[in-house]
């Protein structure tokens, strides 16, 4: 599988488009401030890695919507699709769709229709979209439906996919993490002694997929696609099974008929808790054994927080950039590594350049739904 990726298009909290959010990972610049969204009295944790997109002390329904939109406008227009998306197939991974607007909706009246629940609707009337599909599969939910689009193309059945993710932070699934960190996190700190807990992120990516045979009118081609490896065990609701993730990693270098030596770069999913920080690199240095001092690591959570369904998706628009202009953002926060990360080469504190020809990408998500890209420059 060498599937074309021919347009890109993300917003974040550290920037509104692809090349900004760029930029800032790349000055290691994060965004977490004061939570603007919720009452801060009635939690632990009172800093989140928001989208700044709010009136002054009001939120609002509909904002998931409206980051995916913008996001598949980017993809859209950096492929030279234009707005007219009505034969393309749109697939939406999600942890959580419109949730934040249920509770709004729930708490205070706010007006939201059924409707809203599904992105199609927002996606038909801005795009003229005909088949949209949200598949909601916890953290590694854009990577899922990355395959999906790989699969569609495969069989025919499209020679142009667009593939999203998106996610904006809902209080309920701030409230939980904040139970079960009580002392919370003042800093998102991935494979450090001191790490702490996650801290959630608002985020969308999309990515344009174009068939390997097809020819296309413009674009760019940032990379190509050589497989997805995924996994779903169910073993446990949010532990991560280690055994799980590295058969994830495994059955994507067989789909992608490469090796762990082959790889130049690991995007880390690199959530800062402790136990999937330690099951991430365990997994990693089983399945990469000697190679595994080879790639660079890196992962971009602790500057954009954790976007849930849209995180895998962000980090894969991310490898493209860096295939594209051999800059490597930083692992931020990052002061002591763990034991288990000995001997790797951390990309820590600043941007490095590193020629970057093949990459793996991580996304797990709660309930062991793993899920592995690799992808490879143009």
């Known amino acids: 599988m060498r599937v074309p990726i021919i347009g890109v298009g993300a917003v974040a909290s550290v920037g509104r488009d692809a090349d900004e959010i760029f930029a800032g990972l790349c000055a290691g610049r994060g965004a977490l401030g004061p939570m603007r969204g919720f009452d801060s009295g009635l939690y ?39 707005e007219d998306l009505s034969g393309i197939p749109v697939l939406v991974g999600t942890g959580l769709r419109e949730l934040r607007s249920a509770e709004l909706w729930w708490r205070d009246g706010a007006p939201f229709g059924v409707d809203r629940l599904h992105f199609g609707t927002a996606l038909r009337e801005r795009f003229g979209t005909a088949d949209t599909l949200t598949v909601s599969n916890a953290c590694s939910a854009s990577l899922y439906t990355l395959a999906l689009g790989a699969d569609l193309l495969a069989l ?53 997929l174009r068939g390997e ?22 073993k446990h609701p ?24 082959d790889i130049d770069m690991v995007m880390l999913h690199g959530t800062g808790t402790p136990l999937n920080d330690l099951v991430e690199i365990t997994a990693y240095g089983e399945v990469f054994q000697e190679a595994a001092g080879r790639p660079v690591l890196t992962g971009i959570k602790p500057m954009t ?7 895998g998706l962000m980090s894969l628009v991310t490898t493209l950039q860096t295939m594209a202009t051999g800059k490597v953002p930083p692992l931020v926060n990052l002061d002591e590594p763990i034991e288990e990360a000995a001997g790797l080469r951390l990309v820590r504190a600043r941007e490095e350049k590193h020629e970057v020809a093949l990459a793996q990408v991580h996304g797990f998500g709660f309930g062991g739904v793993n899920a592995v890209a690799i992808v490879e420059g143009s």
């Open 44 to 82: 632990n944790g009172k800093q989140l890695f928001e989208i700044d997109d709010r009136p002054e002390g009001c939120d609002r329904t509909l904002r998931a919507t409206g980051f995916l939109l913008d996001a598949v406008a980017q993809a859209a227009a950096d492929a030279g699709l234009g």
């Open 156 to 208: 025919g059945e499209a020679d142009t996919v667009i593939v999203a993710g998106v996610d904006s932070i809902t209080e309920s699934m701030h409230g939980l993490a904040d139970r079960v960190q009580p002392n919370p996190p003042t800093a998102l700190r991935t494979l450090d002694v001191n790490r702490r807990g996650t801290i959630l992120g608002d985020g969308a990516a999309a990515v344009v």
């Open 213 to 234: 045979h097809v020819k296309w009118p413009g674009g760019r081609l940032w990379g190509r696609l050589r497989g997805v490896g995924m996994t779903c065990d169910a």
């Open 238 to 261: 949010t532990a991560p099974d280690p055994a799980q993730v590295a058969e994830a990693m495994r059955q994507a270098h067989r789909l992608a008929g490469t090796r762990p030596e």
């Open 305 to 311: 927080g954790h976007t849930s369904g849209s995180a």
